[in-house]
């Protein structure tokens, strides 16, 4: 099996363009593809992870990525899937978050000479002047044909600024430049960002001639990543300064169900002749295949040592163990306590368990919140320096744990 097969039994490939000549360049290591990262984030989240894996399986089997640090198209933001515009950042910022990504790429991704490139689209877009991009460029596009595309339809009926509206016009000058310029032939999305890719290839088509067409094939990966990094209308981040290692863990280790065999497939490394094997799974299996996930991807980005650690001290807690060594703790300062006491609810909020009070009193009076395992019924109880001391566990929920000390 190629790579270009295996990509399609890992249910990664959506839609593609000039297909034959994509499996034969794809296969034989031919491929020099790039994938786009607007820096919207200090930190690259778990819904990048579907990006960065295939980047890799693809260097892998010898074909060479361009990681687009996207510092000129953040600028503008992308609209698509969005209902409101995207919160304007400076240069400043944009150029902090760019170098934060890097960082988090190289685990997955071997940069140098012959392997992979890294580059950012400041160092061209910014330099464009607006009636020379109107003339050479926006006579290529069709307002129409804009108009149509998914990316844009969402926000049409809220309205669509004329700033966003740039947006598909720059990601195409994108691959037409690194086509020009970095011999690129191949570029992956997700399949949100279909009529902008395809924008890109039409754009070379236009410019560079008929002949150029061959030369510019689009490889679109499903959109699902994008939906796996969300967990409770937060991001999950690749940063273990942001997401600990831990709760990096137990957010993959309590997927669906319904989910986990999608994601063993997708973003492990696992073989396709152990996955397969997984297909017939299901009741307690399931919750084996969500631990293999788990470690799988907390070793790929944390590495193998904080993987063992993430696991050994989920598996205590959920049979009943008592090993609180390795999970997520607050450390409380003198300051904090009142008296030389403090309130469960007061604790949760500053572990950042809860926003405010009122959504910890709901949680209590619906029986989900306890204390080393004993169910919280009043949100005023307290907890004295010498039990902190000591340390004490507060969950939430099912799924959420907390140590606390002094």
Not at 337 to 355: P, S, W
Not at 389 to 401: L, P, Q, R, T, Y
Request: with cysteine; hydrophobic share 40%; net charge negative.
């Amino acid at each position: 099996m190629g790579i270009y097969e295996e990509l399609i039994e890992r249910g990664l490939i959506a839609q593609v363009t000039n297909e034959d000549e994509i499996r034969n360049m794809v296969n034989t290591g031919k491929a020099r593809f790039y994938i786009g990262f607007d820096c919207t984030a200090d930190s690259l989240t778990a819904g990048h992870f579907m990006a960065l894996t295939l980047m890799k399986r693809l260097q892998d089997a010898g074909n060479q990525p361009i990681a687009l640090i996207g510092g000129g198209t953040t600028m503008i933001g992308d609209p698509s899937g969005r209902t409101d515009m995207r919160k304007m950042l400076t240069r400043e910022d944009i150029d902090h978050n760019a170098e934060c990504f890097k960082k988090q790429m190289e685990r997955f991704i071997e940069f140098g000479e012959g392997k992979a490139t890294m580059v950012n689209n400041a160092d061209w877009l910014l330099d464009l002047n607006y009636v020379e991009v109107l003339r050479e460029v926006g006579a290529c596009f069709s307002v129409n044909n804009m108009l149509r595309a998914e990316c844009y339809k969402q926000r049409m009926e809220k309205g669509l600024s004329f700033f966003e509206f740039n947006y598909m016009i720059m990601q195409s000058y994108d691959f037409y430049y690194l086509f020009k310029n970095y011999d690129c032939n191949m570029q992956f999305g997700g399949d949100d960002q279909w009529s902008n890719m395809l924008g890109g290839t039409e754009l070379i088509r236009k410019k560079l001639g008929k002949d150029a067409h061959a030369m510019t094939i689009t490889l679109l990966t499903d959109s699902q990543g994008k939906k796996m990094g969300k967990t409770a209308g937060n991001a999950v981040w690749l940063d273990p300064e942001k997401t600990s290692p831990y709760d990096f863990y137990q957010y993959w280790r309590n997927v669906d169900d319904a989910d986990v065999l999608k994601c063993i497939r997708m973003l492990t490394f696992l073989p396709m002749e152990e996955i397969r094997k997984m297909d017939s799974w299901e009741g307690s299996q399931l919750n084996k295949a969500k631990e293999i996930l788990a470690f799988e991807l907390t070793q790929l980005v944390h590495g193998t040592e904080e993987a063992e650690k993430a696991q050994a001290a989920a598996r205590a807690l959920f049979s009943g163990g008592s090993d609180s060594s390795n999970m997520p703790s607050t450390v409380l300062e003198a300051s904090d306590l009142e008296d030389g006491k403090i309130t469960v609810l007061a604790m949760m909020i500053k572990g950042e368990m809860i926003k405010s009070n009122g959504e910890g009193r709901r949680l209590i009076q619906q029986g989900g919140v306890s204390l080393d395992g004993e169910k919280v019924t009043d949100g005023f109880m307290t907890v004295d320096e010498a039990e902190l001391k000591d340390g004490v566990v507060i969950k939430k929920g099912k799924k959420v744990f907390m140590k606390f000390t002094v």
